[in-house]
């Protein structure tokens, strides 16, 4: 995962949790790789 050199957000903190949960689905994977990616 790329992320920047910046602290974390709780959000970023929970979209990280979320990817690692197995009951995520790929387009719910895809979509907080991208949004955290955007930030």
Known sequence: ???KQR???NELRVGRILLMR???TN??????LI???AL
């Open 7 to 9: 602290p974390e957000t």
């Open 35 to 37: 949004r955290t990616a």
């Open 22 to 24: 197995m009951d995520l």
């Open 1 to 3: 995962m790329l992320l």
């Open 27 to 32: 387009k719910e994977r895809y979509y907080y």
